[in-house]
DNA sequence: GTCTATAAGTCGATAGAC
DNA sequence: GTCTATCGACTTATAGAC
């Protein structure tokens, strides 16, 4: 692996362990074992890396998100894409650690940020108005938009929020399993009958991940 | 007013105009002409400070906050209790802005939050289980408290997704409106015919705040 | 209580040799 | 490409005079 992508490799371990302000150049320079002049033979600087790993998480979603096939789009589908989601937001935590923060200090992040909400965006809007035509869900069309942007709300929260509450103020990948609960939930009153009996199906599914014994991430599983 | 409380105050205006991490102690001197030496004098440290405003939004939201009588507990109860919430989110909102990074740096802060995180929870599960008694809302007994907690997740996320999705990375007052037009949003699914009608003017009467025209916080409004 | 002055440390970033 | 050495800016916090 080249240099450059060991700096961008080792910045994102380390960020989602310890948190993005908690880590300096030399840190990354010193947990690699090289030296921070070269770390900066690479990169301008330490915006530079972080926008770097926004390019990858952008680019990382695009690839493991399969545009829903103009075929039926079943709660599975539903399930398919909140799981891409959230195994993402895993992937890249520390970006929803203490994103106003991230964002208020890079303007071009924050820009490039927002155009990529606003797509996402859409593409929950139009993922609940495909249940919606398959009769997987019951939702007037003024609550539509407001569905989708709720449970936006909440996926792009729930690492901070499952932070705020852990006795050790950390996220684990059980966490994970509990925000796909969570939006499930949001969504339940819509559901028409015969969907019902698929949610309680999933909600097990979900449940059993939540509720596995919790293990405790290993750092080197992580950076390595 | 007493050195002490001006500190308090200066420290929250600025804390909430430019968020926590990029103000510091010798700012909050600066801006009240006093030295840092002084500042010193009467906090041990940042943190220090930092513990007594939540000490004043711990007080602040107790004072605030009317137990809800015995009688009947109507949906404007259940919106005062929102207002209330938001609005004090709204003057402490600095809080909020980062709460991961500022539970993880200051422990002894994160277990009163914890502490005080599970007394709101209850007193949400209470203010839905009158609800319900009253006919408000119509609720099976398995889903009430995920629904607390949903509306919880929102209430302490909303400051900081508003901030995200704000070009200028900023949150107004009417976002906060936004807020409690969200939550009473996620309740909607689950009011009576009769409480609908309620639920109708309420959100009439909230739209209205939140599109009101957005007024430009003025520093010094903010912090004399 | 309040001030001035400054120590001690951290962090981002660069210069220049190899 | 990589290293060593170091600068400058900033921040927290304290010592000691008034």
Partial sequence: MKTKDKIIHAALGLFNECGERNVTTNHIAAHLGISPGNLYYHFRNKEDIIDSIFDQYVNYLADNFQPHSEGDVTLEVMMRYLDSMFETMWRFRFLYYSLPSLLSRDPNLHKKYLKFQEISAQREV???????KNNVVNIQMEDLDELANSI????????????????DAKVYKTDIYRGILKTLFMMKPYFTEQALVDYQHMREYYLRLATAETVVPDINGELF
């Avoid at 139009?126 to 919606?132: H, R």
């Avoid at 909440?154 to 006795?167: A, E, H, P």
């Fill in 126 to 132: 139009d993922l609940l108005f495909s249940l919606q």
């Fill in 152 to 167: 936006k709300v909440v996926l792009v929260s729930w690492v901070s929020y499952r932070t705020t509450i852990s006795k």
